[in-house]
């Protein structure tokens, strides 16, 4: 579980760096690039390069781009979101984070997007705990976003991570509670919300990673790595981040 702890401190650090950095005129490429730099220089590698033949270290959704946003030389502006998706390894374990922030001042109804998504992930970590199912967890995702009127992606979902970045359990963001295996001390999660203003559905595009909103509506997503442990809440390895404002 350490290792995966380093990893995850070094998705965290990349966040911070990330989050300084996202502005007007900024491109995505170059977030890629101090994305890179920091996993490198931090002793970590980059664990979304060449996963499933994917190009680069970061994957950075904006807008309607629900995940897997490939980086170009496409500048942010002002107005603009960006989900900032991050994994690293460090001794063949990793670690996978997201955070979504805003580029410049957003509209009242969009931060409010923002911070229901972050919510809702926090919502989901309260319920990660010993004994809980693992729908237990879904269920309280789904209850807090769609108390606010938005969706939750259902053809994206969280997952166990490891030795590989995606591993048994899938966590699903919706579901009805009481199902699914109990949670156990030592296991590792990544989970994470991805939330809609919209509608839930979505579709690739013919790069075959970008996913976006079949109708075009914003999209936010919030990610951390966690350990359960044997008594209390569970251990968030990749900090907390991303479960801070801008």
Request: charged share 20%; hydrophobic share 40%; proline share 5%.
């Amino acid at each position: 579980m350490e290792l995966i702890a380093c990893a995850g401190k070094i998705v965290t650090q990349c966040h911070q760096l990330l989050v300084h950095e996202v502005k007007p005129g900024i491109t995505t490429l170059e977030l890629d690039r101090l994305t890179e730099e920091c996993i490198l220089d931090l002793g970590g590698i980059p664990a979304f390069k060449g996963y499933r033949n994917y190009p680069n270290s970061l994957c950075a959704s904006i807008n309607e781009e629900v995940v897997h946003g490939i980086p170009s030389k496409r500048e942010l502006k002002e107005g603009d979101i960006i989900g900032l998706d991050v994994g690293a390894i460090v001794e063949g374990f990793y670690g996978d984070g997201a955070v979504t922030v805003s580029v410049g001042e957003v509209p009242e109804n969009i931060q409010l997007l923002i911070n229901v998504t972050r919510e809702a992930l926090g919502k989901g970590l309260e319920q990660a705990v010993v004994g809980n199912r693992l729908s237990d967890v879904s269920f309280a995702i789904q209850t807090h976003v769609e108390k606010h009127g938005y969706s939750v992606v259902r053809d994206f979902v969280g997952h166990g991570i490891g030795r590989q970045l995606h591993e048994e359990p899938q966590v699903p963001n919706y579901g009805r509670p009481g199902q699914g295996p109990r949670l156990k001390p030592g296991m590792a999660l990544a989970i994470e919300p991805m939330v809609n203003i919209g509608g839930s559905a979505v579709k690739v595009l013919k790069d075959g990673w970008t996913a976006v909103t079949c109708d075009r509506s914003l999209s936010a997503h919030f990610e951390h790595t966690i350990a359960i442990e044997a008594n209390g809440p569970p251990r968030i390895l990749t900090g907390c981040v991303s479960l801070e404002a801008k």
